[in-house]
């Protein structure tokens, strides 16, 4: 898989040739599947959840159900996968939340590297940073400009501490030299509200989200944060493309099960999720809300997670991100 800075829009394996790889098919689920979502229904986490569930339930032979399990900053239904039968009946998706709460939340009931077997890297969705109307400016460079000239007057929307939309704005800060305070919300939805308000001045969110609000003209979209232009703001340049080269992110999305689980197993469900993301509505659901496809195999998904902990762990420590 590409680093971190250069991950581009690619799939599976020989998806790009149209086919997916056949492996032998030593193993099959042999009673209902538990897909364990560690949040409440709403949301990308659960939407990607129950994408695969349906899919899963149609082609494996077997009933996948989604269990909703939230609590504790995402720990409560993370442990549930971590301590589940490493028996290819309990799946999870998980997120960027499961890197950040490696460094972030203190006593964590599992292990996040040695408790886990990477599975599939499903999506990364880029942010977008947006202000409101009031702040005169039109592009990443005006903006950047303009904080550095009113050091401390300008405020961020913080959807919660160790959010990609915290954190990446933070590491904005950071590499651009700008002094913006922030303000923190539970959740993009209140932060988002504040900023269309004009509560405050800026806010890095989701693509879905910000799309309706930036099209309205509530809010004005300067850039992106990922890789590629988003297939939800073509027109809108990355961070990158705006000369900050150094701030590329996304919240990245995977499948994983309890380690110790089989190769097979492993194999087995891989295969079964790059079918699923070959399917052209699912595709056409993914990229509608701004998601770069993930790629890849287990291995590769596993390096990734490695690099995501080693980029993230020293800003995480530097700002005192502390999630109880």
């Known amino acids: 898989m590409l680093d971190r800075r250069s991950f581009t829009h690619f799939l ?5 040739a149209g086919t997916v790889p056949a492996y032998a098919q030593a193993w099959a689920p042999s009673r209902q599947v538990r897909m364990i979502v560690p949040v409440a229904p709403g949301g990308t986490t659960d939407l990607l959840g129950r994408l695969l569930g349906q899919r899963f339930t149609d082609t494996v032979g077997q009933p996948v159900v989604v269990e909703n399990r939230a609590g504790g900053a995402m720990v409560v239904g993370t442990d549930l996968v971590a301590k589940s039968a490493p028996d290819g009946h309990t799946l999870g998706i998980l997120l960027s939340t499961h890197t950040v709460n490696a460094v972030a939340v203190p006593n964590l009931p599992y292990d996040s590297v040695r408790d886990f077997t990477p599975i ?32 401390g007057k300008l405020s961020y929307g913080m959807p919660g501490p160790g959010t990609s939309g915290h954190l990446t704005m933070e590491l904005l800060k950071r590499r651009a030299g700008l002094d913006i305070v922030g303000v923190s919300y539970r959740g993009g939805g209140p932060a988002l509200n ?20 930036a099209e309205a003209g509530r809010i004005r979209a300067l850039a992106t ?9 073509p027109d809108l340049p990355t961070l990158v493309e705006a000369g900050q080269r150094d701030v590329q992110t996304y919240e990245w999305y995977g499948l994983f099960a ?24 699912v595709r056409a659901r993914l990229t509608a809300l ?17 690099r995501e902990r080693e980029f993230w762990a020293p800003l995480i420590r530097e700002i005192g991100v502390r999630i109880e």
């Open 12 to 16: 599976f394996g020989a998806m790009a």
């Open 194 to 213: 504040d900023l269309v308000a004009g509560h405050i001045h800026v806010m890095i969110n989701s693509p879905a989200s910000s799309k309706p609000h």
């Open 120 to 151: 599939a890297h499903l999506a990364n969705f880029p942010g977008v940073l947006t202000v409101h109307p009031s702040v005169p400016v039109r592009s990443v460079a005006e903006f950047i400009a303009y904080a550095r000239a009113n050091p």
């Open 258 to 281: 309890a380690a110790g689980t089989p190769e097979p197993i492993v194999r087995y469900w891989h295969t079964e999720t790059a079918r699923t993301l070959l399917v052209p509505e």
């Open 290 to 306: 701004g998601a770069e496809v993930g790629g890849g195999t287990p291995e590769e998904f596993a390096a990734f997670l490695g």
């Open 225 to 233: 944060t990922g890789s590629r232009r988003s297939d939800a703001f």
